[in-house]
């Protein structure tokens, strides 16, 4: 059986099909067609405007001497034994899969008439070290070159338009990537796994960072993100460890970061988010324990849940001010963050729900008029001794819950009344709570009123 390249007759969908039928169905469009008709439509229809030679339409050769396995101008099989290899010119697309697992092969050079590279065509070539590429290649496919971990360089020519998913994914010894002006789309993982990967240049005209395009790079240094970028998809950088900056200041557009997309970048120290409107989604910045400060944008979104949940070394942070619905605190954005001290909360904030619970280091809250503060807000702050809240707060159940340094609440004389529950419901497990108890004669489980025996119901077993 041998299989040509076809282009059915209905649909003019690209085949490879069995030359010795006669007859077959097409895989687009689900039509039938004459095996014959559809191969003469393909070197007729399709060749033509490639200007391939008329000796490279279907036909299959295997020379002695080469070892290349070529059809219609597809290099299809590499069987020869050459580590340095020199691909004919004769070839237009490397196949999906040609050279996947030919560990022995060390350099490869191709000709301009290279326009392709399939999907996982050099796959854990382990040894290969260095690819010269063609300059006329558009596209490099999915996994094209996944898993090479001998590969120290490659150069990507002017033209170059579209790198797949995973196409250097793996690449251990990769250390920096130029990436020409011509490349607009980058599929995710594409350089993930590159630990060796020090720095990327990436061209203006990039829109997006695809999903866990960078993940684990770990010795990722430095980025730069141009102005052009507008979405940073989720753990495009995730686990980049090394990495020390982020400088978004410049973007213009709305930019939106993505779920975990910066999560576990312990080595960032600091990050500049535009001063135009963003959004960033849940836990993009989580785990960035070598962030010391942040400020943040009165304009932006920030309701993702856990967006700098424990960032450890935290000891800054910029609520900003004067928005006229009031600022929203995501639930859980703050969580963790056991290096923040003190924080002013501005007024008309929305605090939600574990905002700040476990910030251990907390001794100092700044609160202001008309705040919110969700569920356990400040929920398990043991290092939080008093807390001064304003007439016009709303502090809902558990917000102090577990602060067991927490003794004095100063209010007004009307914030709380006698007998009133609220501090049992916000302060549980807090001094002040028990120490209100005492005070009006409440049971400290269940808030009901003591018998003058100093029992209650709740508490008798049945």
């Known amino acids: 059986m041998a299989l040509v390249a076809a282009k059915c007759t209905e649909c003019g969908g690209t085949v490879q099909i069995d030359s010795e039928k006669k007859a077959a169905v097409c895989e687009h469009c689900g039509n039938a067609f004459i095996v014959e008709d559809a191969i003469n439509n393909f070197n007729t229809n399709y060749f033509n405007t490639m200007n391939i030679s008329d000796s490279a339409v279907n036909i299959i050769y295997n020379k002695a001497d080469s070892g290349f396995e070529i059809v219609a ?78 590969l120290k360089s490659i150069n990507m020519p002017e033209g170059i338009e579209l790198i797949g998913d995973e196409a250097f994914s793996g690449c251990t010894s990769l250390e920096s990537v130029n990436l020409p002006n011509s490349v607009h789309t980058i599929y995710s993982n594409a350089f993930s796994g590159c630990t060796g990967l020090v720095s990327i240049n990436m061209p203006e005209g990039i829109e997006v960072i695809s999903a866990s395009t960078f993940r684990g790079c770990t010795s990722l240094e430095s980025v730069n993100l141009p ?87 935290l000891t800054s942070l910029n609520i900003p001010a004067g928005k006229c619905n009031g600022f929203r605190i995501g639930d859980s954005m703050f969580s963790g963050c056991t290096g923040l001290k003190s924080v002013s909360i501005p007024d008309k904030t929305d605090i939600g729900n574990h905002a700040f619970s476990y910030c251990t280091g907390l001794t100092s809250i700044d609160i202001h008029n008309d705040v919110r503060m969700g569920y356990y807000a400040f929920s398990y702050c043991t290092g939080l001794k008093s807390v001064s809240i304003p007439d016009k707060t709303y502090i809902d159940n558990c917000a102090f819950h577990g602060c067991t340094q927490l003794a004095n609440v100063n209010v007004s004389r009307n914030f709380f009344s006698e007998g009133d529950q609220t501090p049992l419901r916000a302060f549980g497990s807090t001094p002040f709570k028990e120490a209100w108890c005492e005070r009006y004669r409440l049971c400290s489980n269940c808030g009901r009123k003591l018998s003058f025996g100093g029992k209650c119901k709740c508490r008798v077993k049945r």
């Open 73 to 150: 101008g597809v290099l299809k099989k590499y069987i020869g034994a050459d580590t340095d290899i020199a691909i004919p010119d004769t070839v237009k697309i490397i196949d999906r899969h040609t050279f996947e697992g030919y560990a022995t092969l060390t350099t490869v050079t191709m000709p301009d008439s290279v326009t392709s590279i399939g999907n996982y065509a050099f796959n854990r070539c382990t040894n290969l070290t260095s690819v010269s590429m063609s300059n006329s290649v558009k596209e490099i496919g999915q996994g094209a070159f996944c898993n090479c971990a001998s």
């Open 227 to 313: 102005n052009s970028v507008h979405t940073i998809y989720s753990n495009a950088f995730s686990g980049c460890t090394s990495l020390a900056t982020i400088d978004l200041s410049d973007h213009v557009e709305h930019l939106c970061i993505e779920e975990s997309a910066f999560d576990g970048c312990t080595g960032l120290k600091s990050v500049n988010l535009p001063n135009s409107a963003h959004t960033i989604e849940k836990y993009a910045f989580s785990n960035c324990t070598g962030l010391t400060s942040i400020s943040l944008n009165a304009s932006s979104d920030y309701s993702g849940n856990g967006i700098f949940a424990n960032c450890t070394g």
